[in-house]
């Protein structure tokens, strides 16, 4: 099965039609603009799919955020894309300690099961974590997420995110069921949200 998530960040740009008839600001089909980079297909439509839906319940969008989960944590499975430019980068992202090793392959909407959950988020606001730094606050809306928020599942930085820490234990580290990235690209993350910002996960 797909097993993915996905993070959409919104801003107020105006945009009507559907997302599969947008285009780069250069005037490139962005659906196939983000595929040539490596994006999964099915992800992308899914991601798609989802925004034409909920036209007109949401902001149109500027970044959105794709987290493949069929992909080893060994990879940079987390997608940032520009639906401007169609510019794609590409991050690391942990998943929670229970939800596998290195594969995540067990998801759970369960206060203190320590996984990863699947669905549609809205991701407002931040705030300042003792423990790690600027986080995103994160609002499931699907059966499978809508715990969310009593589970603290937030976007953060975290040091156990890195090149370094795969070196020294041939693995990145686990969250607590958040999905974690680097102590950097949480700041470069969040900086892209901070006006209207929704989160979406599937499978």
């Not at 931040?126 to 606050?137: A, C, D, E, P, V």
């Not at 009593?150 to 958040?178: M, P």
């Amino acid at each position: 099965d797909l097993i993915i998530s996905i993070f959409i960040f919104f801003q107020n740009f105006a945009c009507a039609g559907s997302m599969y008839d947008r285009r780069t600001n250069t005037g490139r089909p962005l659906f196939e603009t983000l595929l040539n980079q490596g994006v999964p297909r099915e992800a992308l439509d899914l991601m798609f799919r989802m925004y034409d839906y909920n036209q007109g319940k949401i902001p149109n969008t500027t970044y959105g955020v794709l987290i493949d989960y069929t992909q080893s944590s060994l990879t940079k499975r987390l997608f940032l894309l520009n639906f401007s430019t169609g510019l794609v980068e590409r991050f690391y992202v942990s998943h929670g300690i229970n939800s596998g090793v290195i594969q995540t392959r067990s998801f759970s909407n369960l206060v203190d099961s320590w996984k990863s959950s699947i669905g549609f988020y809205y991701a407002k606001g931040t705030y300042k974590s003792q423990k790690n730094g600027l986080s995103l606050f994160l609002d499931g809306i699907d059966r499978s997420n809508n715990s969310a928020r009593t589970r603290n599942i937030v976007i953060h930085g975290a040091k156990y995110v890195s090149d370094q820490f795969i070196a020294q234990n041939g693995r990145l580290g686990w969250s607590e069921g958040c999905p974690a990235v680097g102590l950097e690209s949480a700041q470069y993350l969040i900086n892209r949200s901070e006006e209207h910002t929704s989160e979406l996960q599937s499978h």
